[in-house]
């Protein structure tokens, strides 16, 4: 593979023979089965999208603080058109990022949170009824209707 494709230390992209290879070579089978939940969380997860939201956050601010400084400083019509353009990109991007924290993200969170708090309480209810089940089980008298 040519020199300087890609950032510096990454991995470089495989093709698809080279993938087939690899799936049947049974070190990267034994790799894959002890890393299996991690690769499964970063497919599955919401990694991903934080990582991206990161990436657009941190370029949209820099790009907005960019086309700040630039146009106070240029006075120029073609480059006070490329400062504008730069300073509505990133007020746009860094903000538009925001909207989807506020819409998307947190609401997802908390729709997550709420689910696994009913699903305790349905496990302790269960539990419960459970423990209620085989205590009366072992009594002889007949179970009372409440």
């Not at 309480?121 to 209707?145: F, N, V």
Request: glycine share 10%; aromatic share 8%; charged share 20%.
């Amino acid at each position: 593979m040519a020199e300087g494709s890609g950032a510096k230390g990454a991995p470089h992209p495989f093709t698809d023979e080279e993938l087939d290879a690899g799936l049947n070579n049974p070190d990267v089978l034994v790799w894959m089965g002890e890393h299996l939940t991690e690769l499964r969380r970063s497919v599955y997860g919401q990694r991903l999208l934080y990582q991206s939201l990161a990436v657009g956050f941190v370029v949209g601010l820099a790009a907005h603080v960019g086309g700040y400084l630039l146009r106070s400083s240029v006075t120029t019509e073609p480059f006070g058109l490329v400062a504008d353009l730069l300073y509505s990109l990133g007020f746009a991007l860094w903000t538009g990022v925001v909207v989807v924290l506020l819409v998307q993200v947190v609401p997802e969170a908390k729709r997550r949170q709420i689910k696994r708090t009913l699903d305790a309480y349905e496990a302790t209810l269960r539990e419960k009824a459970r423990a209620g089940g085989d205590q009366a089980s072992g009594d002889d008298q007949a179970p009372t209707a409440r």
